[in-house]
């Protein structure tokens, strides 16, 4: 794909970044890392990237080359180039939980008539659906009964009188402090900003990213709308996550993936900031 000269100009790149990199920022200083620590970070990340996604075509890429691309003395790049970054890959417990759960919403043999998930019979049950079949199908690591533990003590299911093990839908959100929310935060956020970056460096925008919003509304609206949001955004990626498990029955497999997702957020702002337009805006 065709890459575009100069995206943005020095300065309204800078801009921009002010207000992309703002909410990083303040996740950085809640965490505690410092700006050293975020400088030291970034240089080495400068250094990956311009080795990986701008060498030339049939040509190594050199030292001096990623110094030039990315300003950083010829020496810092000779002692920084090759040091692995840290990319902490899915836990196994949210991975078989994501797994899991992603087959009791989408395969027919675990849903209702309407598509939602059907209470299970915890221990097998012949050859029909039961918790215990469930689990067995994703892995066989981890027992069953393990599995269910967790996910009551955690909310995730509920197991009424009749030994029937009910999936909580509301319990695909993870917690603050469970691995999964900062698991999907990285993943989620790299996505989306890949996604949105690729359609500016690109002559033609490769990928979907739209959203609609609207300011200087009330803020009962504005939660009336989050709702909204939230209820077609679930039901949105539930339709999808079912005609995925579905066509993948039947792929070769590859090394491609595939990801679709949605956020909705609410917020007030100062009104000097705030545009005089209620005119819905798509974003491309």
Not at 73 to 93: I, N
Not at 192 to 205: K, P
């Amino acid at each position: 794909m065709q890459r575009a000269k100069r995206p943005f100009s020095g300065e309204t790149l800078q801009l921009a970044l002010i207000r992309v990199l703002r909410p990083l920022v303040k996740l950085a200083l809640a965490s505690g890392l410092s700006f050293p620590s975020f400088a030291a970070l970034l240089k080495r990340l400068y250094i990956d990237v311009a080795e990986r996604d701008f060498a030339l075509a049939d040509k190594a890429q050199t030292d001096s080359r990623i110094s030039l691309l990315t300003g950083i003395h010829r020496k810092d790049v000779s002692r920084l180039r090759g040091e692995p970054l840290s990319v902490t890959s899915l836990p196994a417990a949210v991975s078989q939980t994501g797994r899991i759960i992603a087959r009791w919403i989408a395969d027919p043999l675990y849903c209702n008539e309407d598509g939602s998930p059907r209470a299970l019979p915890r221990t097998l049950q012949d050859e029909g659906p039961s918790f215990e079949r469930l689990v067995t199908e994703i892995t066989r690591d981890v027992h069953p009964r393990a599995v269910l533990d967790e996910w009551v003590d955690r909310g995730v299911v509920s197991v009424d009188a009749q030994d029937m093990v009910r999936l909580d839908l509301a319990s695909i959100v993870p917690n603050a402090d469970d691995d999964a929310r900062r698991h999907y935060f990285t993943r989620n956020l790299h996505d989306h900003a890949l996604a949105a970056v690729s359609n500016v460096i690109n002559d033609v925008a490769p990928h979907l990213e739209r959203a609609v919003h609207y300011d200087r509304i009330s803020p009962d609206l504005a939660r009336r709308l989050d709702l909204i949001a939230r209820e077609e955004t679930m039901a949105m990626l539930l339709r999808l996550n079912k005609i995925a498990h579905q066509l993948v029955q039947e792929d070769p497999g590859g090394d491609s993936r595939w990801i679709a997702g949605g956020y909705v957020l609410t917020e007030t702002v100062e009104t000097s900031t705030q545009p005089c337009s209620k005119t819905p805006e798509a974003k491309s």
